[in-house]
Every structure is written in structure tokens, then in C-alpha cells.
């Protein structure tokens, strides 16, 4: 389990650094609107990212004493997607759609490449 919460620590870093990003880009370029939608996608990713975490954790830890499991929380991430998309088309004038849904999928592509990074160097 201590994996796991290394590899949160380390997906936890690269999301906030991302997040300094889209503060640069939604301060600094003439593109806000897309910014923001990156800003608030990866944020709501990132939530995604922990309930998954927690939900893990739960599984773990149940499995360790032998009872049952009803899920890993799927609806909740969905429904979190599905708020982060209705938070950008209310605010369609500040907030870009497509870069909101984009940036959903930005913690997990961290962590992917942090994995296949991790596999390199250690294989």
C-alpha cells in the first residue's frame, strides 16, 4: 500500500504543477478560456484520482479482513466529469468545454507516464 501513496505523492506534484501552468497560461496568453478549462478538468481529475485512491484503499483493507466490497466509486467519478462539464457550459463565456474535458484526463496521463517512466528505469 505504500506504493500507492508514493505514487499519489508524486501524480499529487505534477497535478499542482499543472496547475501553475494553466495559472500562467490563463494569466499571461490571449487563451483564458482554454486555461481555465484545463485548470478546472485537471482539478476535477485530480478529485477523481483520490476518490479512486480512497475507494482503493477501502478494497484493500476489506479484502485484508475478508468481507466484501459493493464498488470502487465509478458512479461518484462519473458524476464528477459530468459536474465539471456542467460548471463549463454554465460559465461558457470564462470556461472552454473541450479543454475541460481534456483536462479530465490530464492526472491520468501523468500517471501513466510516470508509470512507463518507472518501468524504464527500473526494468
Known amino acids: ?60 483493507r476489506a479484502v485484508a479482513e475478508g468481507s466484501q466490497v459493493r464498488s470502487l466509486g465509478t458512479a461518484i467519478r462519473f458524476a464528477s466529469g459530468v459536474a465539471a462539464v456542467a460548471l463549463a457550459i454554465t460559465f461558457a463565456e470564462h470556461i472552454h468545454l473541450i479543454s475541460t474535458a481534456a483536462g479530465l484526463m490530464i492526472p491520468y496521463l501523468l500517471l501513466l507516464t510516470e508509470r512507463i517512466i518507472h518501468q524504464v528505469r527500473h526494468y
Open 1 to 60: 500500500m505504500s506504493d500507492l501513496h508514493e505514487i499519489y505523492a508524486k501524480l499529487r506534484k505534477m497535478v499542482f504543477f499543472v496547475l501553475a501552468l494553466c495559472a500562467l497560461g490563463w494569466g499571461f496568453t490571449p487563451y483564458p478560456s482554454v486555461f481555465a478549462g484545463l485548470a478546472l478538468g485537471t482539478a476535477f481529475g485530480f478529485y477523481n484520482f483520490w476518490i479512486l485512491k480512497r475507494r482503493m484503499e477501502k478494497f484493500d
